[in-house]
């Protein structure tokens, strides 16, 4: 099964928003067959750091990328995303 | 990274048509994998029966299973160089579910490789009605990748047999397609190759002495960064507004035509809401002025917070972003399960934006081979169709004629979850 991976921006609620304990949320509310590759943080503007997060998720599964973007933005803490790129892995 | 100039390259085309073959062989060529791992995934192969057929398509898996293992953090996404640019590979997902975050993402790829095979039968399918070859390479133009290159593949298998006058029909066919989506063709490499021996990626073929032009490669090496838009006018689409403490306002985007400079009287469209930009900042560093491809926040005089969101469009006042009522878009209609009819409401996804709209007239339909039109007025549209319709958001929102600023002149076309068209805004006919 081929796998796709996305790169997207995470902006927090706030700009003092614990990113650690944000990732952790994260990784909690994604899909199972959802895995985080990595992590990085981009300073932005002000104090504001955003989260860039790889993901790697099965490409059949009709959905897949909409269940990820809704679960985003449905963690506490994420203010909105913004999709960078997606290939297949 | 590299000091070299970074480009991503998008590989594009008909599912199994030889797409990891060929950039798995193509970064084995250039030393980017040993022997020995090839040798490894050949035996692999071979175990489950396929014999060594998926040796070079399986590099590039085993690397993503090593990426999914962490082992190579870097290697998320897969990076290749040649002697002039530093390549990011974008392997378009075949399911059509990834279009509208192709259209909608921020990094954009600046010129593909267009896979299509030579063989009896997958050619036809690949190029023909509801094959990926047409629907990618409109893909590719909508996008505003400005430069490609056509790779005709499996020139080894037996039906195609190193044949001139198959590549030369392969050849007249994607010519016919690439032109009707608007490239000009005379100006695209086509180049005969087998993934699988390696023939014209690296070294010119001996099989093939007919073809003169340049290997895989050597077309690689002919693709340039594009310029950046400098000399067009500002556009920021917001991707979300903070309240900073002692800063206040601050939206945040991605630069994606124009500059930004410190002092500059700004406006918000379609709010209209006016200020001022105070000062700009990126990766925390203070920058003077901002250009195309910067991400950056910046702190803003006179906008009060609540007035600016997610979707707007960041403009100069001498030169605002365009408020569309209603602007005529021309689409591809990619998968719908009934037919498209006037009135029907989906949602429109453009730069930061999504939309309700309305198709309040279709307007004609063309022949995807020709471009001519076919149909004034057609009373629906199927999938597979390329049509002029006009479109009307629930709300009005910023989109620009793709010929002016195609960064935010495309848009895809989604309902229930289904990416239904994907198309270019042709002209605003009502502006608000
Ligand atoms: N004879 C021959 N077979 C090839 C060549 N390139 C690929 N194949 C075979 O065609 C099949 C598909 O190759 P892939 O490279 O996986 O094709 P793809 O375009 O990446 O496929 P998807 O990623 O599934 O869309 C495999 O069985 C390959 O071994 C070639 O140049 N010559
Ligand atoms: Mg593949």
């Known amino acids: 099964m081929a796998k796709v991976l996305a790169a997207i921006k995470i902006f927090p609620s706030d700009v003092s928003k614990d990113l650690s304990q944000l990732k952790d949320q994260i990784q909690r509310n994604l899909p199972k067959d959802v895995s985080v590759l990595r992590f990085q943080e981009e300073p932005i503007a002000f104090g504001l750091v955003a989260l860039i997060a790889t993901l790697s998720m099965p490409e059949e599964i009709s959905g897949k990328m909409d269940e990820i973007e809704d679960k985003l933005k449905a963690t506490e803490g994420v203010s909105e995303i913004q999709v960078i790129t997606v290939s297949r892995a | ?159 195609t047999n190193w044949s001139q006058a198959r590549y030369e029909e392969c050849k007249k066919e994607i010519e016919g397609l690439l032109k009707v989506v608007g490239y000009d063709t005379s100006k695209i490499n086509f180049v005969p190759v087998s993934g699988w021996t390696g023939d014209n990626l690296v070294k010119p073929s ?33 991707q979300d507004v903070y309240t900073i403490t002692g800063v206040g306002t601050v939206p945040v985007g991605r630069v994606e035509t124009g500059v930004l400079k410190e002092g500059d009287k700004i406006v918000f469209m379609p709010g209209n809401v006016a200020g001022e930009c105070k000062s700009i900042e990126t990766h925390h560093t203070k920058i003077p002025v901002a250009e195309p491809g910067d991400n950056i926040g910046f702190s803003v005089r006179g906008v009060e917070k609540g007035t600016v969101h997610r979707g707007d469009v960041l403009g100069h006042p001498d ?114």
């Open chain 2, 1 to 159: 990274m590299s000091a070299k100039p970074h480009i991503n390259l998008i590989v594009i085309g008909h599912v199994d048509h030889g797409k990891s073959t060929m950039a798995g062989n193509l970064l084995y060529q250039a030393g980017y994998i040993t022997a020995k791992t090839i040798d490894d995934y050949a035996k692999e192969s071979e175990q489950t029966g396929a014999g060594e057929t998926f040796k070079f398509a399986w590099v590039l898996d085993s690397l993503k299973e090593e990426r999914e293992r962490g082992v190579t953090i870097d290697l998320s996404f897969q990076k290749f160089e040649t002697s002039k640019l530093f390549y990011t590979i974008i392997d378009a997902p075949g399911h059509r579910d990834f279009i509208k975050n192709m259209i909608t993402g921020t990094s954009q790829a600046d010129c593909a490789i267009l896979t299509i095979s030579s063989k009896k039968g997958e050619f036809e399918v690949g190029v023909g009605p509801g094959g990926q070859a047409r629907e990618h390479a409109y893909l590719a133009r909508t996008l505003g990748v400005g430069q490609i290159a056509v790779a005709i593949t499996k020139m080894d298998d037996v039906t």
């Open chain 2, 206 to 238: 001996e099989k093939m002495p007919w073809y003169k032009g340049p290997t895989m490669m050597q077309v690689l090496d002919s693709f340039t960064q594009p310029p950046k838009p400098l000399d067009k006018p500002l556009r920021i689409p917001i």
């Open chain 2, 319 to 432: 030169n605002l972003p365009t408020v569309a009522k209603e602007f005529i878009g021309q689409i591809i209609v990619l998968a719908h399960p009934t037919a498209i009819a006037q009135g029907y409401t989906p949602v429109l996804h453009a730069h930061t934006v999504t939309m309700a709209a309305t198709f309040t007239e279709l307007i004609a339909k063309m022949d995807p081979r020709t471009g001519q039109t076919i149909e004034e007025k057609p009373a629906f549209l199927k999938t597979g169709d390329s049509a002029l319709v006009k479109l009307r958001p629930l709300s009005p929102i910023v989109v620009e004629a793709y010929s002016h600023i195609p960064q935010l002149g495309r848009f895809a076309v989604r309902d229930m979850g289904n990416t239904i068209a994907v198309g270019v805004v042709k002209e605003v006919t009502e502006k608000a």
